[in-house]
């Protein structure tokens, strides 16, 4: 059994692009903003189902035919 | 005569009256952008041959009665994230400086020019419109018009100074999170922030698939009809405004005192000077109405996470190499973006839907809803907080700056930002109309009238006055 330390060191390899990302960077900043990123409203009921595309949301005919 | 300040209405009707030649407008504003980009940083590249080319050339066109377009004729400039065939695009980015040289013109630029319009340069922009300073180490800081040592605001930061300064009549430029709303607030000019999906944003370097904008920017609102309808997809049908042009009587205002008006979220300065604006708007007729946007408050962690995951896949794969041209705060902001959970971006995405809901209850009671354009007025540079009324900074780098912007790209809606009046220092305040899904036909009437009725616009006084 892996402890948690090593089990994440071997998930961060396996993904090394976003590894990567963290040379040279303020480490602390990107925890930060992961942590309020984490902070997006529980909105979550099954029935909400997946997102809408942004143009789905707005019903009204734009598009002309006659143009 | 000066033509650098004329509305752009009169600049057409001189023009259509054969009162004055293009090529005359053309030379003021690149005599205007020799004298003022040095302390402006207003452009990256001018266009001095090939602008004054076609100007000659759209006025031989005309001397045969051949003019067409809404922009026959009128100098424009567009934000340097635009491709134009044969130039560079920098997108701020000091290794792009002298290419790869684009191959094609986007959509955008090229409906500005099948209106006639005549672009007469690239303007500056915060680094790969990552930020609302517009101080771009590279290409210089965009020097505020109301005040050089202050920020012009971004990402567009370069497209309003030019404007602000008479170095054009329109512009372009782009807006993710409050990209030309944040520079028309510190300028005292006015952007629209469009509705998603209506204008084309192919060759323009994205930042967010599903909430970049490309926008039309003006002096007054009155300026930005012809560039927005210029801009339009071909095949869009604006629905016309459905209300009565000359009167704010009966007008519906929604009024957002948890969030879009909240005082702690903005300076005392731009809360003062919003609120008098709302109080005249309401002695000439219009009707305060309260809105609850329940989830408002919490919905900038959404904006983010789908703006860094956005961003972050945008230069990922082969283009992962372009970071290590890109300054420190650029390519931290693309690291976030790598570390948003899939889970997240997607809760993001279906938190959207439910935002766009409550905004579509309060527009079923309102016309429009108001807030600041942004929550404080123009700092000097080198600033990344300034103090704010409630108990915490406002930050400049992000969510201060963008507080009142980011919904309306998070669910798609157009709003107008113009100025409402100014601060005790003179510098302007801008004043921001929301409203549903292609209402900007209606947003513009009522911003129209509103300048009509209180005359908020002035030109900037400092000594970039050519006159001074």
């Known amino acids: 059994m892996r402890s948690k330390e090593e089990a994440f060191g071997a998930l961060l390899e396996a993904n090394a692009p976003a590894a990567s990302s963290l040379e040279g960077m303020d480490v602390d900043a990107i925890i930060d903003a992961v942590r309020n990123i984490m902070q997006i409203p529980d909105v979550n009921d099954p029935w909400l189902g997946p997102f809408k595309s942004i143009t789905e949301f707005h019903f009204c005919d734009i598009t002309d035919e006659s143009k | ?468």
């Open chain 2, 1 to 468: 005569m000066n033509t650098n300040f004329l509305p752009l209405k009169d600049a057409k009707e001189m023009l259509r009256k054969r009162e004055i030649l293009s090529r005359e407008l053309v030379d003021a504003c690149l005599d205007q952008i020799e004298k003022y980009n040095g302390k402006l940083n207003a452009f990256i590249r001018v266009y001095l041959e090939q602008a004054r080319e076609r100007a000659d050339y759209l006025d031989r066109m005309r001397a045969r009665n051949n003019d067409y377009g809404l922009l026959f004729g009128i100098p424009v400039a567009v934000k340097d994230l635009f491709e134009i065939k044969g130039q560079p695009c920098t997108c701020g980015d000091k290794s792009r400086r002298y290419g790869p040289i684009s191959e094609k013109t986007a959509p955008a630029v090229k409906a500005l020019e099948d209106a006639g319009a005549i672009v007469v340069g690239s303007t500056n922009m915060h680094e790969w419109a990552f930020g609302g300073t517009s101080e771009n180490p590279y290409y210089g800081y965009v020097n505020n018009t109301w005040g050089p040592d202050n920020i012009s605001g971004g990402s567009s930061g370069g497209s309003a100074v030019a404007l602000s300064a008479g170095m054009c009549f329109a512009a372009l430029g782009t807006d993710t999170g409050g990209s030309v709303r944040i520079p028309a607030s510190c300028t005292g000019t006015s952007a629209l922030k469009v509705t998603a999906g209506i204008t084309d944003g192919y060759g323009a370097y994205p930042l967010s698939w599903t909430m970049d904008t490309v926008c039309p920017m003006a002096r007054t609102v009155e300026d930005l009809a012809d560039p927005f309808l210029a801009i339009c997809k071909p095949g869009i049908k604006i629905p016309a405004a459905s209300r009565r042009e000359d009167s704010l009587k009966g007008l519906r205002v929604g009024i957002n005192e948890e969030y879009f008006l909240n005082p702690d979220l903005m300076q005392k300065e731009v809360y003062t000077v919003v609120k008098k604006a709302i109080e005249s708007m309401e002695k000439a007729g219009v009707s305060l109405v309260p809105v609850h946007i329940p989830h408002i408050g919490e919905a900038q962690p959404a904006h983010q996470a789908i703006l860094f995951s956005e961003s972050a896949a945008v230069y990922s794969g082969e283009l992962r190499e372009w970071r290590k041209n890109m300054s420190p705060e650029v390519s931290q902001f693309l690291a976030f973006g790598d570390w948003v959970p899939a889970v997240n971006y997607i809760n993001a995405l279906r938190f959207r839907n439910v935002l766009h809901e409550e905004f579509a209850e309060a527009f079923s009671k309102v016309d429009i809803i108001v807030s600041p354009g942004i929550s404080f007025v123009s700092p000097p540079h080198g600033k990344t907080n300034v103090e704010g009324s409630g108990e915490n900074d406002l930050s400049l780098i992000l969510d201060g700056a963008i507080t009142f912007d980011f919904p309306a790209n998070l669910i798609g809606t157009p709003a107008l930002c113009q100025p409402c009046g100014f601060s005790a220092d003179g510098l302007p305040v801008g004043l921001q109309l929301m409203g549903p899904a292609y209402s900007e036909m209606m947003l513009l009437d009522i911003g129209n009238c509103l300048e009509k009725e209180f005359h908020w616009y002035r030109h900037p006084q400092p000594y970039y006055d050519p006159s001074a």
